[in-house]
């Protein structure tokens, strides 16, 4: 059991920790080993603090030997993406231009795992500045698929969802601006969730889209997912769009009694484009529930059509008035080739941004100017409007929503990097739930012929994440889902 405490969830590490099975010292220095073997193969982490880790888990070890009071996470090492500020250690988004930057505060979901006693690992890898679907943008070079080596890991949290799928954290914190938890969960195997805008705090996330991001839990099952969900949620005086709604203990809606839940499937979710393996399992998925009880019947999102379009301009003309706070004075790098103040800032922003957060700069402060103010942003937030009522009129009848996570298993490396529409199409059933503000989770529904896992996505109305996760915990319980190997498990050289 103690060879293998690094691929055990949470909720079992806590237990055998607990019941002196094993110490956080012991597993975390396991979890230290499985990094320095796997990560050169994967890049989930950009930056690991095994130091800091290991005398971290020295203290709580000694803080259980005298029965001291400890935190609902104590002992247990977790991956936070590099958008999350993490005070002392560097923060950087995978971008040159923030190389240099240690933030002097912690972001609020940080300072509430330090208050549950967890441990701080490391920081994962992600696109820059979030912006990619395959981590790919990143300064610091793609994390690949744990499942197949010539395969995406998804973006923009790919380091974070390879990392638990490589069982080298035993859960981790991402962003999700369009997708960013649940696409690279999808790709990975692994449970990934975006709770309602306003549920976490976004007090010391990166902003890229300030309207959308939200940070959620990544880990290896629903319960774990649940577990930190419960950790991080809740208002924070820090971040006045946080929501002073009660939280639920989470781990009370794990109940595999799903009898007369109602769930909708979205027709225009259901279309070309759809890959005939994901669909199947999709398939599965529902006559699982079925027989489980739920009643489950078509409804409709009309303008699901309009979801990219709208979300690309409005994400854009957010990212490019936050991210014009990097300007060489403030933050991270600043280029030393310079005659006054404005090629200053001109070229520690040519330097420091990598193509795609350039373009998306560009983008955005085209649909921000004057004249075509109207035509573009204006446009794409009535269509906002239209997206956010079609879930309204959904979840009148439906306590959930059933999709597809990704159109797609994850692509090959390389393969959509230079046609960034065809990467942004890639979004098309995640950015939705941004778009609306409403909680959604991606748990693995099963594995394609090639070993790769397809992820299934489930909605629930506003602050409802109990529901979702009710219904994704009956949902794993009755898959008991079979994994293959990793593919440095296969007996491959390497
Ligand atoms: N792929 C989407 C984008 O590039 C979503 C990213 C995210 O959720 N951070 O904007």
Redesign the pocket.
């Known amino acids: 059991m103690k060879d293998n405490i690094c691929a055990e969830p949470i909720h079992r590490q806590l237990k055998l920790m607990s019941d002196g099975s094993v110490s956080s010292y012991e597993m975390v220095g396991h979890f230290i080993d499985a990094i320095e073997r796997i990560n050169p193969k994967i890049n989930g982490y950009i930056a690991v603090k095994a130091d800091y880790a290991l005398a971290r888990a020295k203290e709580i070890d000694s803080r259980r030997d005298s029965n001291e009071a400890l935190g609902p996470l104590a002992g247990i090492p977790i991956a936070i993406k590099d958008n999350i500020c993490t005070k002392g250690f560097e923060t950087t988004c995978s971008s040159n231009i923030l190389r240099s930057f240690v933030p002097p505060y912690n972001a609020y979901v940080v300072e509430r795992f330090q208050d549950a006693d967890a441990i701080i690992l490391g920081k994962s890898n ?2 820059e500045f ?4 395959s981590t790919e943008t990143s300064c610091f070079g793609p994390t690949v698929n744990p499942w197949l080596q010539d395969r995406v890991s998804g ?3 790919g380091g974070a969802a390879a990392i638990v799928a490589a069982d080298m954290a035993s859960g981790a914190l991402g ?7 649940r ?1 690279p969960a999808a790709f990975c195997g692994v449970v990934g969730m ?1 709770p309602t805008y306003g549920r976490v705090s976004r007090f010391g996330l990166v902003a ?2 300030s309207s ?2 939200q940070i959620g839990p990544v880990t290896k099952d629903v319960t774990d997912c649940a577990l930190l969900l419960s950790v991080i949620s809740g208002r924070d005086e820090k971040d006045s769009t946080s929501r002073d709604i009660e939280v639920p203990d989470y781990n009370k809606s794990l109940t595999c009694d799903i009898k007369g839940i109602r769930v909708g499937r979205p027709k225009e979710y259901f279309i070309g484009g759809l890959d005939s393996q994901v669909a199947c399992h999709i398939d599965t998925v529902f006559g699982i529930l079925g027989q489980a009880g739920a009643d489950v019947e078509e409804v409709s999102l009309p303008h699901t059509d309009y979801a990219i379009s709208a ?2 301009l409005i ?2 003309a957010e ?1 490019s008035s936050n991210l014009a706070r990097y300007d060489g004075v403030k933050y991270g790098i600043r280029d030393s080739q310079y005659r006054d103040l404005r090629s200053m800032y001109r070229s520690t922003r040519k330097k420091g941004f990598g193509s ?1 957060v350039k373009r ?1 700069i560009m983008l955005g402060t085209y649909a921000l100017s004057s004249g075509y103010y109207d035509a573009y942003y204006l446009k794409a937030q009535k269509a906002r409007t239209l997206i956010k009522r079609d879930f309204d009129i959904a979840f009148k009848d439906h306590d959930v929503l059933i999709t597809p996570t990704t159109p797609t298993p994850a692509f090959k490396l390389g393969e959509n990097i230079s046609d960034p529409l065809q ?2 199409l ?2 098309i059933y ?2 939705s739930a ?1 778009l609306a503000g409403v909680p959604a989770i991606s748990i693995p529904c099963g594995f394609t012929k090639d070993g790769l896992p397809v992820g299934v996505q489930i909605l629930g109305r506003p602050f409802e994440e109990g529901v979702v996760l009710k219904l994704a915990y009956a949902l794993e319980q009755a898959m008991d889902l079979k994994r293959p190997l990793r593919f440095w498990e296969k007996g491959s050289p390497g």
């Open positions: 992600m696109d979030a912006m990619g679907s973006g923009s949290s962003s999700d601006t369009g997708g960013s938890i696409q975006k890229y889209a959308l991001d979300y690309y994400a854009t990212a795609e998306r990467m942004y890639n979004d995640t950015i941004n």
